[in-house]
Nanobody, 117 residues
Framework: QVQLVEFGGGVVKPGGSLNLSCVASGFTFSRSSMSWFRQRPGEDRELVAY????????TYADSVQGRFTISRDNTRNTTHLQMNSLIPEDTAVYYC??????????RGRGTQVTVSS
């Protein structure tokens, strides 16, 4: 059974940083691409970043390029999203997803990130 659990959300001031983590189980993590999505209030769901299985290739949404970094540790079945220079528009629920499609159905419950002064 695929399980994904996110950690690390919280409240931070503009310009601050957060590091989200996602611990995976129930599948061969090292063979799966992983991604982070976010759902901002009143807006469509957005693919924030993804990383392929070997961790060599990463891709980011234009809105976070240069500020966010996705990484993975295949020895710990964990993926991270380091978020720097946070702005209020980054306020959202962030989800860890197996693969790069929300429709895969394998995702965590989400972690709330709030950027506010």
């Amino acid at each position: 059974q695929v399980q994904l659990v996110e950690f690390g959300g919280g409240v931070v001031k503009p310009g601050g940083s957060l590091n989200l983590s996602c611990v995976a189980s129930g599948f061969t993590f090292s063979r799966s691409s992983m991604s982070w999505f976010r759902q901002r209030p009143g807006e469509d769901r957005e693919l924030v970043a993804y990383i392929i299985s070997a961790g060599i290739q990463t891709t980011y949404a234009d809105s976070v390029q240069g500020r966010f970094t996705i990484s993975r540790d295949n020895t710990r079945n964990t993926t991270h999203l380091q978020m720097n220079s946070l702005i209020p528009e980054d306020t959202a629920v962030y989800y860890c997803v197996k693969g790069i499609a929300w429709e895969s159905g394998h995702r965590g419950r989400g972690t709330q990130v709030t950027v506010s002064s």
